[in-house]
């Protein structure tokens, strides 16, 4: 059971027009590890069409909270994408609900961006 109070939800998403293959995301919340998922190509092709995962539910205490997504796989032309990135959110009474939309720009580290829904 998650009551509201306690509740928040983690989905993550691709940028629109993403194609970069996706391989595994993981996420922390204040250094405890809370989920890694590895996805499969439907999920993939999901994820590329517009959907939505919902990687995790869970229990939190109300207050401020610290948020590590890690992901890892391939660009298009075949070189690793890695990136991991923090966020600060804070938890109030009512369920929270966290967005992460994931992109894979030309150069440099894969861009992970946060966003309360």
Same mark, same amino acid.
């Given at each position: 059971l998650y009551p509201s109070n306690t509740q =928040?939800? =983690?989905?993550?998403?691709?940028a629109e027009g993403e194609k970069f293959r996706l391989d595994? =995301?993981?996420i922390q919340i204040d250094g405890a590890p809370l989920e890694r998922h590895i996805y499969s190509f439907k999920?993939?092709?999901?994820?590329?069409?517009?959907g939505v995962q919902r990687i995790y539910t869970g229990n939190i205490p109300t207050g401020?909270?610290?948020?590590?997504?890690?992901i890892a796989g391939k660009r298009a032309?075949?070189?690793d994408l890695?990136?991991?990135?923090?966020?600060?959110?804070?938890?109030?009474?009512e369920p929270k609900l966290?967005?992460?939309?994931?992109?894979?720009?030309t150069l440099g580290a894969a861009s992970i961006q946060l966003g309360s829904w």
């Open positions: =928040v939800a =983690v989905f993550v998403s691709l595994s =995301v993981q999920e993939l092709e999901a994820l590329q069409k517009g401020d909270h610290q948020l590590q997504v890690s032309g075949g070189s890695l990136g991991t990135e923090s966020f600060g959110f804070r938890k109030d009474v966290v967005g992460i939309t994931l992109a894979a720009p």
